[in-house]
Structures are given as structure tokens and as C-alpha cells.
């Protein structure tokens, strides 16, 4: 049974369950990834839009880097809260 902090989302006769700010974190981020690649590549079709186009493959990039940064902090919260980084959930 979800916790209180989980998200639900309902979707018809399902729900999306995701458990843990941790969980929404990197799901948003990955998200954003493939967002700010599709329309970087949407805009590399056209000479015009190929220089922001180049800015959004930039901003996928740092999206990149910050996916790591969300694992690392859910592993050292909880560490810190139950005594070990492991736990039943998976890696997000």
C-alpha cells in the first residue's frame, strides 16, 4: 500500500503510482531529455533554427548530467536515514 508521499495519477480505469519525491524527480528529468532533444533536432532541420536548436541539444546535455546528481542524493538520504544506501526500490 502507497504512502501518503507518493503521487497518484489516474489515467481511465489505471493509476501511475510513483513513490517517492525521488522517483517523480527523475522521471521529470528524463522527461526533459528528451524534450530538449527532440526540438533541438525538430530545429536542426532548418538552417535558420540550427543555432537554438544547438542551445537545446546543450540544455538535453545538462539534463544529462543532473540524473546522476538526483541518484546521488537519493543515495546519501538514505543513507543517512536508515543506516544504508541500499533499498528494495529500483534506480531512477
Known amino acids: 500500500m502507497p504512502d ?3 503521487v497518484h ?3 481511465g480505469r489505471d ?3 510513483l513513490r517517492g519525491r525521488y522517483e517523480v524527480l527523475s ?3 528524463d ?5 530538449w532533444f527532440v526540438a533541438g533536432s525538430i530545429l536542426f532541420f532548418w538552417e535558420s533554427t540550427t543555432t537554438i536548436g544547438t542551445w537545446f541539444f546543450l540544455a538535453g546535455s545538462v539534463e544529462l548530467l543532473i540524473r546522476p546528481a538526483i541518484r546521488l542524493t537519493r543515495k ?8 544504508s544506501g541500499l533499498d528494495s526500490g529500483g534506480e531512477y
Open 4 to 6: 501518503d508521499r507518493s
Open 76 to 83: 546519501i538520504h538514505l543513507t543517512r536515514r536508515h543506516g
Open 27 to 29: 522521471i521529470a528529468n
Open 31 to 35: 522527461v526533459l531529455v528528451a524534450l
Open 15 to 17: 493509476e501511475l503510482v
Open 9 to 11: 495519477l489516474e489515467l
